[in-house]
């Protein structure tokens, strides 16, 4: 909990081109995940800055998965949706986190 004296740490967002770019930022994490907000039609990851900070990299407008999972060949960078984990070698399967309600205002 933080003190009355206790700045709140920054929210700095990143809007990507494109859902590719941001499955392949999500595919590189240690855990790799995204989340959907159905209200606002936004694919949306959030990581911890080095100042204290949060950076949440966001898509707009993009079409609801077609899965839990989005699957991204690491060979040539594509992905896929799909509702199990891939069992292929060279795939990074990706989680989708349907998100009801979020507080990080308008996106």
């Known amino acids: 909990m933080m ?15 494109s859902l590719t770019d941001l499955v ?7 855990i ?4 959907y907000s159905e209200p606002d039609k936004t ?3 959030i990581t911890a800055g080095l100042t204290g900070s949060f950076i949440v990299y966001y898509v ?3 079409a609801q998965p077609g899965g ?5 060949d690491r060979v040539s960078g594509k992905h896929t949706f799909g509702d199990t984990v891939s069992l292929e070698p060279n795939h990074v399967s990706v989680l989708i986190l349907r998100v009801k309600e979020h507080g ?3 996106f």
Do not use: Q, T, W
């Open 104 to 106: 990080l205002g308008a």
């Open 32 to 35: 790799p995940f995204l989340n």
């Open 60 to 62: 707009r407008d993009a």
């Open 68 to 72: 839990r999972y989005v699957h991204v």
């Open 3 to 17: 003190s009355a004296g206790e700045a709140r740490p920054s929210v700095i967002k990143v809007l990507l081109e």
């Open 43 to 45: 694919y949306f990851l």
């Open 24 to 30: 392949l930022l999500a595919s590189s994490l240690p």
